[in-house]
């Protein structure tokens, strides 16, 4: 008998005639009330879950008596209650690698945006608001040559630093859980404690993971090390940052403008004061959406969930504490 999957993510054909050639699948097509109203009914079957976005607690999981896996197409597993996986030895993945470039693509995008206020400035002409040359209240900074600092040296943070200090002669400095010789190497980066980096880099890039060690890393104190002309840049999640903090921050010019991917609450209310402030840029979490990338991450968490169903060690394996075969 086929294994039953409930899929909570749009697949391209191919992928989706796979899984279907595989397993029984139930589709939940958005994870609106409707949607979270079929997930619970179809819990009780799965063996397998497939998607994105939603969040998996114990409640859930114990709908699920059958589950063996949950393949996320995220590298983020922040949504995830992963002792209680572990505990239950339901094996988690993610969709590492695939996005990095991609991501770090995104990172750069809100560097420039923010460095030469590319939205402000395109909505001014946007708005009929180019009568004639631009002057110096309109100009931006430069990116090149400015010190790059990467909170969270991971594979993103790597991509970031490449860009940086191949593509824009970017002095890189960097903070992480541990310094990393063959990044210094590689990028001449140097190695940083948390408050060092935030008083002495140009643009503070955080490419960090969500955990209970790194949430609300960033609030007021961090801020106040921060340097007037500096630029922050989020694209880890909004939780590591405390996002009135940087509000304040914002309003009282310790720091000079901020790109944003990630909010404390996604979507972002459109009422936030961030988006009454010229100097955000607010992206709504596209860190990796691209058509290349998203359909990369979903093949990849495919093809976990095929070999974890399979009974064999998926590649991506997060909880490797469930792995007992
Ligand atoms: C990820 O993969 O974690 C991205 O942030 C999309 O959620």
Request: charged share 20%; glycine share 8%; hydrophobic share 45%.
């Amino acid at each position: 008998m086929k294994k039953q999957v409930v899929l909570y993510k749009k697949l391209s054909s191919p992928l989706m005639a796979r899984l279907q050639e595989q397993t029984e699948v139930t589709v939940i097509d958005s994870l609106d009330a409707e949607g979270l109203a079929r997930l619970r009914d179809a819990l009780p079957r799965a063996h397998g879950l497939l998607g994105a976005s939603l969040k998996l607690d114990a409640g859930l999981l114990d709908l699920a008596p059958n589950l063996e896996a949950v393949a996320s197409v995220s590298v983020g597993v922040d949504n995830y209650d992963i002792d209680y996986l572990t505990e239950r030895r339901i094996l988690l993945t993610n969709t590492p690698d695939v996005l990095t470039e991609t991501t770090a693509d995104t990172g750069f995008a809100l560097i420039l945006a923010t460095a030469r206020r590319v939205v402000e400035l395109a909505n001014l002409v946007r708005t009929g608001g180019w009568q004639r040359n631009i002057g110096p209240a309109h100009f931006g900074i430069d990116v090149h040559g400015k010190t790059l600092g990467i909170i969270g040296m991971g594979r993103i943070g790597e991509a970031l630093a490449q860009r940086g200090h191949f593509g824009f002669g970017m002095p890189v400095i960097y903070h992480s859980h541990s310094p990393k010789p063959a990044v210094e190497q590689r990028f001449d980066a140097q190695y940083r404690s948390l408050n060092d980096l935030l008083q002495q880099a140009d643009f503070i890039c955080l490419t960090l993971p969500l955990t209970a060690q790194t949430e609300g890393l960033i609030g007021t104190d961090e801020f106040a090390l921060m340097r007037p002309e500096s630029i922050f840049i989020n694209i880890s999640r909004g939780k590591v940052v405390d996002e009135t903090a940087l509000i304040d921050a914002l309003r009282r010019g310790q720091i000079r403008a901020a790109g944003l991917d990630v909010f404390e609450r996604e979507p972002l209310n459109p009422d936030s004061p961030l988006l009454q402030l010229s100097n955000v840029v607010a992206t709504p979490h596209i860190g990796s959406a691209t058509h290349e990338t998203r359909e990369a991450m979903a093949r990849c968490a495919l093809d976990n969930l095929l070999a974890a169903l399979a009974g064999e060690r998926p590649a991506n394996l997060v909880n490797t504490g469930a792995w007992k075969r």
